[in-house]
């Protein structure tokens, strides 16, 4: 990542704490929002839920996938996060949890989003080794759409989600 | 700071004021042997007290293993560093440091593999005349896995003080502590041998 020179990087630079690392280079940034023409234009692509209890990290990605054009609603408190989701269930089309936090986790944030609403769809991510049976494991009606690995740069992640809510209504923004 | 740190068993203080504990063997609220409960209000407040108790502890010829659940492995040699531990990457290499996954420790093939490897530790530690092994464990996947039950039976399964020279640090996210009942808190008060609450 140091060796990059053709992307100028933000990240997470809380050296002694992170737990995890995000990724947002200029270039990213405007990915999906540059070209109108691209199909996107200036209607939201989708409303996220964004749930990491790093602040720093919550507000990366929040302003990266804003500025590639989603709608974010981005949260510390998972506990918070639920009730927003709950009040506005149908709004949301996808969740982008942080695996552990402290509390009430992602794995059973998600659960409780998908009993809510099962059409969401649901993207776990982590800075740690991922093993997505461990999951299935232990929540083995909950289905989880994905998992992000961090660091992760904002292009992949946009990409990740796009085809992730691709594969369920092309993107449908149920508010608009 | 609410104790007199050898007689009262539940110690409150903030952060700063327990990690300062840690300077001074006579005023350390781990005492050696002991299992002892830490429940700790943010992740900054366990950075800060288990990097100042393993920079004091390493210096004492202790080994420290630390089981991290909400701060990656890297995150907790940078607060290491950050803390004063001289030279981290020499302690890990020469086994007088491990950070570990605590989720892989407590979940992977049963509640008590961080325990086993510090207990493992031991007889090494013996041999090499060092003065005893210390293990933060944060127990935090036992909530995230909901195994409320298996944690309960792993704290009482284990000692209120040890005979040998094996400290056990259980730590816990106070939003974790949180969601056990109040029998469940006081359970836990009561086995260990003394409770740091981080306010």
Known sequence: MSGNNDENFYRNNNSASSSADVILSKQDAGHHTKNTNEGYGDKPLARLLIVDDEYDIVQVLKLGLQQNGFLVNAFTNPQEALQSFKSNAESYCLLLSDVRMPGLSGMQLARKVKETNPDVKVVLMTAFEIKDNEFSKVFPSTQVDGFIQKPVRIRELTDKILSIIGQSNGGSNKED | ?199
């Open chain 2, 1 to 199: 700071m609410t104790a007199n740190p050898y007689s009262d068993r539940i110690v409150r203080g903030n952060s700063l004021e327990i990690a300062e504990t840690a300077i001074e063997k006579k005023k350390s609220l781990i005492e050696p042997g002991s299992h002892t409960l830490l429940v700790y209000n943010d992740l900054k407040a366990f950075r800060e007290i288990y990097s100042q108790y393993s920079r004091a502890l390493l210096h004492q010829n202790e080994i420290v293993v630390i089981g991290t659940q909400y701060e990656t492995i890297n995150g907790v040699k940078n607060t290491l560093r950050l803390a004063g531990v001289d030279d981290v990457e020499r302690h890990l290499n020469e086994g007088t440091l491990f950070i570990v996954d605590a989720q892989q420790g407590y979940q992977n093939v049963d509640s008590r593999g961080m325990w086993k490897f510090a207990m493992s530790l031991l007889s090494r530690a013996k041999k090499e005349g060092r003065q005893g092994v210390t293990g933060f464990g944060d127990a935090g996947s036992f909530f995230s896995f909901e195994k409320i039950e298996e944690l309960m039976q792993y704290e009482l399964s284990l000692p209120h003080k040890y005979e040998d020279t094996i400290t056990n640090v259980c730590s816990y996210h106070l939003k974790d502590f949180e969601t056990l009942t109040e029998a469940q808190q006081q359970t836990l008060f009561d086995h260990h041998f003394k409770s740091i609450v981080v306010e």
